[in-house]
Structure formats: structure tokens, C-alpha cells
């Protein structure tokens, strides 16, 4: 089993920033891919930023050169920095983790999120 561990979440005028982050811990052998999901009240869960084990990251078009997520992979974390925050980007940010474990299997894991409002 592994939990992943959010935090950083808030409130924040537009314009601003806020540092997310996300700790994975458990029985974890690697660590395939990091992830960043926001889901805005109403709408389904979309992904927001990546970071897969070769140091590549993906970010949506919604994000891109605003938000910059990261890993420190020494201690299972991943960071997601947002600046130039907007009020469209209000929502429950969610961890997500694809892991392979000592026992070999892979498993996908989520966080149990973590609110970000920003006012107008």
C-alpha cells in the first residue's frame, strides 16, 4: 500500500501563487509517473501537469507557462508551483501516482486532494 500525501492548497487573490505538494509513502519500489489532477466544481477531473521518471513533464494547454511541476525523487515528492494564478483555476487539486511496488505489481494511487480558491 502507498498514501499520497498533499498539501499547500488555499486561498489566493488572482495574480498570485501557491506551492503544492505531494508525498508518496509506502511500500514503493518506483515510481513511474507523477501527476497533478484539478476538478472544478460541476466539471470531471482533468489532468494538469505531469512528470514521468526520465524527468520529462506534460503540462495542459490551460497551465502551460504558469504552472511548473517538479519531483524530488530521493523523497518521493512532487511539487506543483502556480503562479499568475486565475480565478478559472479554482478546484480540488488531486496527487496521483503510478507505482510499482516491492512486490512487483503497478498501482495507481490518488491523493485525497486539496482546495484551491482564487478570488477575483
Known amino acids: 500500500q502507498v498514501q499520497l500525501v498533499e498539501s499547500g492548497g488555499g486561498l489566493v487573490q488572482a495574480g498570485g501563487s501557491l506551492r503544492l505538494s505531494c508525498a508518496a509513502s509506502?511500500?514503493?519500489?518506483?515510481?513511474?509517473?507523477m501527476a497533478w489532477y484539478h476538478q472544478a466544481p460541476g466539471k470531471q477531473r482533468d489532468l494538469a501537469a505531469i512528470?514521468?521518471?526520465?524527468?520529462?513533464?506534460n503540462y495542459a494547454d490551460s497551465v502551460k507557462g504558469r504552472f511548473t511541476i517538479s519531483r524530488d525523487n530521493a523523497k518521493n515528492t512532487v511539487y506543483l508551483q502556480m503562479n499568475s494564478l486565475k480565478p478559472e483555476d479554482t478546484a480540488v487539486y488531486y496527487c496521483?501516482?503510478?507505482?510499482?511496488?516491492?512486490?512487483?505489481?503497478?498501482?495507481?494511487?490518488w491523493g485525497q486532494g486539496t482546495q484551491v480558491t482564487v478570488s477575483s
Open positions: 512528470a514521468w521518471s526520465n524527468g520529462s513533464t
Open positions: 496521483n501516482a503510478l507505482v510499482k511496488e516491492w512486490d512487483m505489481g503497478e498501482y495507481d494511487y
Open positions: 509506502g511500500l514503493i519500489f518506483r515510481i513511474y509517473r
